[in-house]
């Protein structure tokens, strides 16, 4: 069992910058894949970014190649989503997920997910 609490969202212009992180409980955490997918408004949920259990792998949707960076700190159980030159179009929950073993893009393939936190970007 796995428990995954996000934090560090919240209300920021056009242009700034957050840090979101996915801090998580329980036994093997470097034996998990980790992911960061958001849902906006009256859409589904996408994927965002997401990496393998040594941080070696990352991969990225193509809306935020560039702009975000994942990375994870296996001694602090805790996954990061660096976020640079945020745009209004990045509004959404944030949810970081865990699965166990290889890295997967499709969130129907994660194990466990965190509550998610909110960004807003305003114009």
């Known amino acids: 069992q796995v428990q995954l609490v996000e934090s560090g969202g919240g209300l920021v212009q056009a242009g700034d910058s957050l840090r979101l992180s996915c801090a998580a409980s329980?036994?093997?955490?470097?034996?998990?894949?980790m992911g960061w997918f958001r849902q906006a408004p009256g859409k589904e949920r996408e994927f965002v970014a997401a990496?393998?259990?040594?941080?070696?792998?990352?991969y990225y949707a193509d809306s935020v190649k560039g702009r975000f960076t994942i990375s994870r700190d296996n001694a602090e159980n805790t996954v990061y989503l660096q976020m640079n030159s945020l745009k209004p179009e990045d509004t959404a929950v944030y949810y970081c997920?865990?699965?166990?073993?290889?890295?997967?893009?499709?969130?129907?393939?994660?194990?466990?997910w965190g509550q998610g936190t909110q960004v807003t970007v305003s114009s």
């Open positions: 329980g036994r093997s955490f470097a034996s998990y894949a």
């Open positions: 997920g865990a699965r166990y073993g290889g890295v997967v893009l499709r969130d129907g393939d994660y194990d466990y």
């Open positions: 990496l393998n259990w040594s941080g070696g792998s990352t």
